[in-house]
């Protein structure tokens, strides 16, 4: 449907921004954002003899992003989105995974840009430099405290959406994927061509592809494959003075650097070459809830000893919730142990029944299905088809639609006592409040593989990672506060139980909590030290060493960025 637009000029709460001049166009639809078909605003660019060069730099961004190839300037005009847009917030809430973070006082960015191409990511990375104002790159939406599409100073979003591509070279076992693909995208097109292949990154299938290499990225084959970030042969890269770098040009401190210490410090990676792996032909899950009263606790005590010595075909998790399953229909603490076997349950039956008896398994637990079944299953639509994983929309979330993350490593198994003292913490929780806690067992290669070999630090004798989450409702957003001090002091009761000096913390996981760097000016590396370590230990100085070489002005930045050693 053609539209016609007539441009207003309004005030955005950061600064007053002016647009370059245009003329009316006929417009249709271009790119379509989850079920959204935004409007487009089809600017004719010039070269505007009226604009001062004494003028606001901040107003001449738009102007800046049509005149930067001025060949292409109708092209990059379809993927701008600015406030007076019928379509900026149908693009801007499209993958906002956290409803947190989608308030009236959350701020907004100046600018959206989707681009089409590298020249359009170039465009914005010059534009915004040369005028001041920060970038925001979005791939999926799913960073735990909005750092991909909220900052409290002028700022603009890189959102890559329409940069998804997943190109499967089956022959070689490799593919190149676009960091706007979702890992269900990427799953979905490596299934297409062959079932047997596939890449060793997260469950949720909403989660974008380039966040999760960005910070490691492990999931349900990460104790027989590695992290997806393990599995990264090359990259392309725009860095902040716009040059396009892959793998031999950045040279591999950068290389190294980008494979797990976080997006928005070296640079925007429109795609990485990924290595492919081998998955049966049939795999088994297992699923199997105990109460309390079911002997729970003793349950996950011994579950610690048995899951990070699992065969590295083995994937395990233990989901702790609460539940008014007792006898009395009292509130109880449920835990619920799955597993996931690259392999048949003839085989899979006997190897539990030998490691795990206290479980008490029977057969009809173990469900035999296809690689691709078993990821519809985790991600919670195991009755639709797997056309599911390409549906980039909140539906089948596993997360709640307002929530607060944590996370800890565990390197000594926590005693019984100290179990029995978190349950009272997790049912003092409101009835508005949806609190599941994940227990991930690590072990396998992750014990094999050096902590220095990427900016990922957690591997051997890590025996598990914790992930708490605690989510409300929407009609629960005004008492959102007292979630978050819920999760604060259970975080603090767990302190005792897990890893130390440094508290141990998964970067995917984001937590700003555990420090920050300032919003204005520079932030110290002893400042940024403090959060720094606890995502990546000793690996932090050479993050910082890296950054330093690359990008020494400190243009890439947020709350968590790396910041330069003169900084």
Known sequence: MNKKFIISISSHPFFPLKFPKCTLFQVSSHITVSSHTPFTVLCHCFSLSWVSASANSHDDFLECLCSYHPKESSSITQVIYTETNSSYSAVLDSSIRNQRFSTPNTPKPLVIVTPLNISHVQATIHCSKKHGLQIRTRSGGHDFEGLSYVSHVPFVVIDLVNLRSVDVDVENEEAWVQSGATVGEVYYRINERSTNLTFPAAVGRTVGI?????????????????????????????????????????????????RGGGGGSFGIVISWKIKLVHVPSTVTVFSVGRT??????????????????????????????????????????????????????????????????????????????????????????????????????????????SFKSKSDYVRKPMPEIALQGLWPQLLEVDEGGIGVHYFIAYGGIMEEISETETPFPHRKGTLYKIYYNIGWLEEESNNSQRY?????????????????????????????????????GKTSYKQASIWGRKYFKNNFDRLVYVKTKTDPKNFFKHEQSIPPRFH
């Open 292 to 401: 309390l009263e079911q002997n729970a606790t003793q349950l996950l005590h011994r579950w610690q000893y048995v899951a990070p010595n699992l065969p590295n075909d083995v994937y395990s998790v233990v989901t702790i919730s609460t539940t008014n399953a007792s006898e009395n229909r009292t509130k109880t603490v449920l835990a619920t142990f799955i597993s996931l076997f690259q392999g048949g349950a003839n085989d899979f039956i006997p190897l539990m029944q030998e490691r795990f008896p206290e479980l008490g398994h029977v057969k009809e637990d173990f469900i035999e299905m296809t690689w691709i079944e078993s990821l519809l299953l985790l991600n919670g639509a195991s009755n639709e088809t797997s056309e599911i994983l390409l549906d980039r929309s909140n539906r089948y979330s596993i997360l709640p639609p």
């Open 210 to 258: 380039g966040g999760s290499i960005s910070g490691g990225g492990d999931g349900l084959l990460f104790r027989k494959y590695g992290l997806s970030a393990d599995n990264v042969i090359d990259a392309q890269l725009v860095d902040a003075n716009g040059r396009v770098l892959d793998r031999r040009s950045m040279g591999e401190d950068l290389f190294w650097a980008i």
């Open 484 to 520: 978050i001090s819920w999760m604060r002091k259970l975080y603090s009761y767990m302190g005792p139980f897990v890893s130390k000096s440094p508290r141990e913390v998964y970067l995917n996981y984001r937590d700003l909590d555990i420090g920050r760097n300032n919003y204005y």
